[in-house]
C-alpha cells in the first residue's frame, strides 16, 4: 500500500532522528571535546533533518490514511445511494417522492383486482371510472384555461394536481389492504375499506368539480364588474382546508 512507502521509512528516519538527539544530549562534551564544535553542530542538523524527515513522511503516510477513508466512506455513501435509488424503483407505491404514478396504480390496482373474491370485482369499475372522471377534470381544467388566455390561475390547476395526487393515496391503502386480504377473514375486510376509499374518492372529486365550477365562473365574468380573481383564490384555500 502506498502509505507503507511513507510510513516505514517515516518511523525509521523519526526513530534515528530522536536516538541521535538523546545520544548527542548525552555525550554532548564527549562529541565537542573529541571533534570539536563544529562536529557537534554538523550531528544535530543532521538528527534534526533525520527528525524533520520522518515527521513529514508519517504526516503523508497519515494524510494517505485519511483520504483512503474519505474515499471509502464515499464510496460506502454512493453505493447506499444507489441502493436506495434501485429500492424506489422496484418499490412503486413508495411515498418517498411524494407523488404516484396514475398508469403503474391503474395497473397493479388491476392485477390485485383479478385474484380478489368475486363478491368485490364490482369496485375495480368504480375506481377506474374515479380515475377517468379526475383526469376529466383536470383535461378541460387546461383546456377552459387555455382556450381562455388565462394564465393567472395556474394556482388551480395545481389544486387539482394535489387532488389527483390524494386520491392516488388513497388507492395506495387500497392495493395494500387487497394484497394482504386473507380468504378465510370475513369479506367486510375487505368491501368495509373499499367503501371508505371510493366515498373518501368522491368527496375530493366533488372538491374538483366544484372548484371547476368557480373557474368557469370567473372567466366567463371576466371584464365585468363581477371579475374578481380573490374570489377564486379564497375559495381554493378553502378547498385545500377541506382536503383530506
Known amino acids: 500500500m502506498k502509505r507503507k512507502k511513507f510510513l516505514i521509512p517515516g518511523i525509521l528516519m523519526a526513530l534515528l532522528g530522536l ?3 538523546i545520544g548527542l544530549a548525552a555525550a554532548k562534551n564527549d562529541v565537542i571535546v573529541s571533534g570539536g564544535m563544529q562536529a557537534f553542530r554538523t550531528w544535530l ?3 534534526r533533518g533525520l527528525l524533520l524527515a520522518g ?3 508519517l504526516a503523508a503516510a497519515l494524510a494517505i490514511v485519511m483520504l483512503a477513508r474519505k474515499d471509502r466512506k464515499r464510496t460506502e455513501q454512493n453505493l447506499a445511494t444507489l441502493r436506495a435509488a434501485e429500492r424506489k424503483a422496484k418499490a412503486p407505491l413508495s411515498t418517498e417522492s411524494g407523488r404516484f404514478n396514475e398508469q403503474k396504480m391503474r395497473e397493479l390496482l388491476n392485477t390485485l ?6 363478491e368485490v370485482l364490482v ?3 368504480r375506481f377506474q371510472t374515479q380515475l377517468d372522471r379526475m383526469n376529466e377534470y383536470q383535461a378541460n381544467l387546461s383546456r377552459l384555461l387555455r382556450d381562455n388566455d388565462v394564465t393567472e390561475l395556474s394556482e388551480a390547476e395545481a389544486f387539482l394536481d394535489k387532488v389527483e395526487q390524494n386520491i392516488f393515496g388513497k388507492m395506495r391503502q387500497v392495493y395494500n389492504i387487497l394484497m394482504m386480504y386473507d380468504e378465510a377473514a370475513p369479506i367486510t375486510e375487505l368491501t368495509t375499506p373499499l367503501e371508505d376509499a371510493l366515498a373518501h374518492n368522491d368527496k375530493a372529486l366533488e372538491q374538483a368539480r366544484r372548484l371547476n365550477a368557480a373557474v368557469t365562473e370567473y372567466v366567463n365574468h371576466q371584464g365585468t364588474p363581477q371579475d374578481s380573481i380573490g374570489s377564486v383564490e379564497v375559495f381554493i384555500k378553502v ?3 377541506e382536503l383530506v
Open 55 to 57: 515527521g513529514v513522511l
Open 19 to 21: 536516538a541521535g538527539r
Open 45 to 47: 542538523w543532521v538528527s
Open 123 to 125: 369496485y375495480q369499475a
Open 113 to 118: 383486482f383479478e385474484r380478489a373474491p368475486n
Open 239 to 241: 378547498l385545500q382546508e
